[in-house]
């Protein structure tokens, strides 16, 4: 039984700057996608323990994550690698877990959007660049707003990631 | 002089001693030119760099201002060793950009077979994309303001693609805490009931050091090259 996308994928703040114990999403469009991991993300194991919650809401915990290759073609993978955001063909290894509801998935999405501020701010917009400064709370509840108004896992992934 | 038996000191004539003393004084004279020519001229220099030379970032105004020092003219040694640091600062920060990853870039679209779906999605999109990559990676700290110095992101900067203005080079942070969203917002207009910054203003607050450098650089190179070039012609 393999994924079905889009999918959002949970995982705790990772790297040089994270925050001990703060939960992310990242979001997968496809399996192609999700396939593809870049050298930051392995370097510091970004993937290790994420739950992933696909489009008809089951779920599964990535329990490995195996580099197979690197993401043709050579020159782009070259200069991303000087960038640290060389891409890799990656193998997960994937453990079940129980499916989860639509609300469940609404109510970890916005805690997570509610506690990571800054991933989601629209800092021209609070500053007033088009129009009335807005308020940066009111800003995030919109967007838990939207969260919650969706009726599918892909009607969420459209109003955060296709806008 | 002679002494004499009965003590007396008496005079010998000598016709050659006026010679010899004039031969001495030209020997020690020639010695004298001799090891001044070893030595270089009084206030000689490392000489000043050609043209093109002088352009090297680094090593061209380093060079010039190592020049002027040794000449005397401090004004141009003081000038020209600025435009040296000023380079140093220019490379420390590029360097400093491409360790953070320096451009951002997507990819998951390097996938060959990149589905409908993922083409749907807005994969530069500033505050779902490139603003979490921008904080993992340290260019912003928790709760700090990136501000479009550049490129805004409205206005005539809506027309220009998210791949081009949502990336490091154009994104200048504020000062932390509230000061840092005050300056951000007086960039573009009144906020909370402060006048909009004068254009001197926002070129201080709102344009980058490393931006600043540069335009230093672009001007004062060429003028350092011209002012080296019409001292030597005089």
Known sequence: ?163 | MARMPQGQPRPVPDPDGDRYDEMLRQERLRRARAEADEAGPPGASVGHPELLESLIPVWGSGREAVADFQEGDYAGAALNGALAASDLFLAGAIVKGVAKGGVYTVGKMAAKKATKKATKTTPYNWDAKVRPWMGAQGYLAKGQAGHHWAIPQNGWGKGVPERIKNQPWNIKPMPEGPAGAEMHGRMTGRYKGKPKFNALERYIYGTPAWSKTATGAAVGHPAAAAKAESEKRR
């Open chain 1, 1 to 163: 039984m393999s994924p079905t996308f889009p999918a959002i994928g949970f995982r705790q703040d990772v790297g040089r700057y994270a925050t001990p114990g703060l939960e992310k999403f990242v979001e997968f469009s496809s399996s192609e996608d999700f396939a593809i991991c870049n050298g930051w993300e392995l370097k510091y194991g970004a993937r290790n323990g994420m739950v992933l919650v696909d489009s008809e809401l089951r779920s599964w915990r990535v329990v490995s994550v195996t580099r197979l290759g690197i993401v043709p073609p050579l020159w782009s993978f070259l200069l991303r690698f000087l960038l640290q955001q060389a891409p890799y063909w990656v193998d997960q290894e994937l453990e079940p877990l129980e499916p989860i509801t639509l609300d469940q998935l609404k109510d970890r999405m916005a805690a997570s959007v509610l506690s990571n501020p800054d991933d989601w701010r629209d800092d021209e917009a609070i500053a007033g660049e088009d129009g009335p400064p807005q308020d940066e709370q009111e800003m995030l509840d919109a967007r838990v707003a939207g969260i919650r108004a969706a009726d599918s896992v892909e009607a969420i992934w459209e109003f955060l990631y296709c806008r």
